[in-house]
């Protein structure tokens, strides 16, 4: 079996889920459904997406810092989201997945549509994000123009985060705010199926979102958006490095975790760990076969 064949994380004994469609996201504008995003770094995280019915899994380059230590995302490499996206694809076959291009991956038409075209192809996305608006948007509409699926992301943009002098929210004056319409405006024109809103005021983010014709996803941007977008390990407790002002905790596995491994330390330090129910047995005359034969092996 194809180690990246999406089929093969799929059990005989759970119903088929059927994949959200490019044209049910951009419906959802209309229709008034509030479109479910996650941001997955790995296998296991992407099968609890498929599981809980997330509509679409991100594979966000936010995964530099959850799997891997770094301080920001700027380290994600191509290789290493391509990698983490075959994780996921196996993980969630039948969702939809969105795949974030990292850091400087998307600087050039020519460079943006080789590395878009390995997320298609490599990864097995359905679709690719790069971040920018008016600025970036030649290079939105040449990965549209290739038949390549493409969102953007705009407000806060961690790719660009040094020109904003560290994580601030954006759009707090009139004038900021205008200029995120008109970035937004752009990638609509561009041709892009969704933008996210990051940092953004709840008030802005709904006002920029009602002069659209795309749905929006906000991640700190309200509830006026067409949809959400949170990371899995920061809304399940298991990131705990910092926790931004707009994620809600809604478990806190890093703790249960915690407590658990330290139960296991202590069992095993009293030799209560492992027990019977938890060994595997003999045959009883067999042993007594091998214990005779070590004897006599000793006495040679």
């Known amino acids: 079996m194809n180690a990246q064949d999406p089929k093969a994380a799929k059990s005989v004994s759970?119903?088929?889920?059927?994949?959200?469609?490019?044209?049910?996201?951009?419906?959802?504008?209309?229709?008034?459904?509030?479109?479910?995003?996650?941001?997955?770094?790995?296998?296991?995280?992407?099968?609890?997406?498929?599981?809980?019915?997330?509509?679409?899994?991100?594979?966000?380059?936010?995964?530099?810092?959850i799997s891997h230590g770094h301080a920001s995302t700027i380290p994600a490499t191509m290789d290493m989201m391509i990698m983490h996206g075959q994780a996921v694809r196996r993980g969630a076959p039948n969702t939809f997945a969105l795949g974030c291009m990292p850091y400087q991956s998307y600087n050039a038409v020519d460079r943006a549509l080789e590395n878009a075209t390995r997320f298609m192809q490599d990864a097995l996305m359905d679709a690719v994000k790069p971040q920018g608006g008016k600025s970036q948007a030649h290079i939105l509409k040449a990965l549209v123009d290739a038949g390549i699926p493409t969102a953007s992301h705009i407000g806060l943009t961690p790719h660009t985060i040094a020109m904003f002098g560290g994580f601030k929210i954006q759009g707090r004056t009139a004038e900021a705010a205008m200029k995120i319409l008109e970035d937004a405006l752009a990638i609509e024109d561009a041709g892009c199926f969704m933008l996210e809103f990051e940092a953004v005021p709840a008030k802005i983010a709904k006002l920029i979102s009602e002069q659209l014709t795309i749905p929006t996803i906000g991640i700190g941007a309200g509830n006026g958006t067409d949809g959400q977008i949170l990371l899995c390990y920061d809304l399940l407790g298991v990131f705990t490095d910092f926790k931004p002002k707009f994620t809600k905790r809604y478990a806190k596995l890093t703790e249960v975790a915690v407590d658990g491994i330290k139960q296991y330390v202590k069992e095993v330090k009293e030799g209560a760990f492992p027990d019977d129910d938890h060994s595997y047995g003999v045959n009883e005359p067999e042993y007594e076969k091998f214990a005779a034969m070590v004897a006599k092996r000793r006495q040679i």
């Open 14 to 65: 759970e119903p088929e889920r059927k994949k959200r469609t490019i044209t049910e996201i951009r419906e959802s504008k209309k229709t008034g459904e509030k479109m479910v995003y996650m941001s997955v770094p790995d296998y296991t995280s992407a099968q609890w997406a498929e599981k809980a019915g997330v509509d679409v899994a991100v594979l966000g380059d936010s995964l530099a810092m």
